[in-house]
C-alpha cells in the first residue's frame, strides 16, 4: 500500500474500524505528496476530541479491584493508542522529504498502534464500556500539531510518550495483576515489548538525524516542545533494563535516571 494513501485514510476517514485495520502487506513509498500538516483527524461523533477536562482521568491503581474501573483505564489508553496512529499518520503526511527508510519503519509501527487500539478497545468491552461511550481527550494530538521536522518527531512521540509507556506498562501490568486481572496483565506486558522497539526505532533515528559530534542528550532537549521534557519520559518505577534492551546508551539513561524537575 502507498503510504500517502495510508496516512490519509487513517487521518480523512471517520471510521474507526477503517482506521485500525487499513494498511495489510508491503509499503510503497512512490509518491509522497506535498507536505499537509492535518489540524484534527476525522473520527466518528462518539470518538470526537472532548473539551479540556471533559474526559475521566486515569483510575487510581486502589480502584482496579472494580472491573468498571479497568475498563474505563482501557478506555482511556485505547485513545492514547489511537492518537498515537494517527499522529504518525501526521507525521508522514506532514514530513513527505522524510527519509523513506524512516517512513516506511514508522509505518510498520502503525500497525501496532492499531493492533494496540483494538485490545485495549476489545478489553474495555468485555469489561464493560464500550470504546466511544466515554469522552476522550486530545492531548497526544495538539502536541504533534507542534513537530516542526522529523527530529521534533522522534524526540517527543518515541521519545517521550513512548519512553515513558516502558515504565507506565508495567507498572499498569502489576496493578492489573494484583486485583486479579491477568487478562489485562498479559495484554500490558505484550504492549510492553512493542513499545521497547518503538523506542529503538525513535533512538536509532534521533542519532541518525543529529549532526556529527552532537551529544545526544543536547539534541533531544533542543527538540522538545514544552511541556514535552525528560521528566514526562518516565514513569514511577524506572525501567532501566527496557532502555537498554531499546539500544540508549548507558549514559543518556543515567541522565534520564537521575533527572530531576529542578534540572529544567
Known sequence: MELREFAETVLLQPDLDLKISVGDGDWTDESPGVALRVPEPMRSASLQFALPRAAPAMPKFGGLHEPERRAIAHHIMANHELQALEAMAWTLLAFPDAPQEFRIGMADIMRDEQRHTRMHAERAAKLGVEFGSLPVNC???????????VLDYVAGLPLVFEG?????TLEFAQAFSDVGDERSAALMRVIHRDEIEHVRFGWAWMNRL???????????????????RPLKAKGEQFQREARLAAGMSEEFVDQLENFRSEDE
Not at 139 to 149: A, D, G, L, N, T
Not at 210 to 228: F, G, S, T
Open 164 to 168: 515513558a509507556n516502558l515504565d507506565h
Open 210 to 228: 543529529a549532526e556529527e559530534n552532537e551529544q545526544i542528550w543536547d539534541v533531544w532537549m533542543k527538540h522538545l516542545h514544552w511541556p514535552l
Open 139 to 149: 492531548y497526544i494530538w495538539k502536541k504533534v500539531q507542534e513537530f516542526q521536522s
